[in-house]
């Protein structure tokens, strides 16, 4: 078992910067592949990215190519997602994702630990 809590979110103006940070306890965070999700209202579950047990594989959803970089530090059992030049559509709770399997995993269904999510507000 693995307990995710995400922090960082907050109010930005359009072309800001965010970092945003999800941190693991309970069973060492090393042994997860870890993702990043979004969620606006009214709208389903987005993947934004993925990142492998050890790092060395990522892979980015379409919004986030080019924008955003993720990284994880497993001394520190934490994951982050920096998010450059951000847009309003990027309006949204941004959630931390955890399974055990190998690999990037970018479906939500994927995931079976999900933390409570952090909001990110773009305003214009």
């Known amino acids: 078992q693995v307990q995710l809590v995400e922090s960082g979110g907050g109010l930005v103006q359009a072309g800001g910067s965010l970092r945003l940070s999800c941190a693991a306890s309970?069973?060492?965070?090393?042994?997860?592949?870890m993702g990043w999700f979004r969620q606006a209202p009214g709208k389903e579950r987005e993947f934004v990215v993925a990142?492998?047990?050890?790092?060395?594989?990522?892979r980015y959803g379409d919004s986030a190519k080019g924008r955003f970089t993720v990284s994880r530090d497993n001394a520190k059992n934490t994951v982050f997602l920096q998010m450059n030049n951000l847009k309003p559509e990027d309006t949204a709770v941004y959630h931390c994702?955890?399974?055990?399997?190998?690999?990037?995993?970018?479906?939500?269904?994927?995931?079976?630990?999900w933390g409570q999510g952090t909001q990110v507000t773009v305003s214009s």
């Open positions: 309970g069973r060492t965070s090393r042994s997860y592949a």
């Open positions: 990142i492998s047990r050890n790092g060395d594989v990522t």
């Open positions: 994702a955890a399974d055990l399997a190998v690999g990037v995993l970018v479906e939500v269904y994927e995931h079976a630990y």
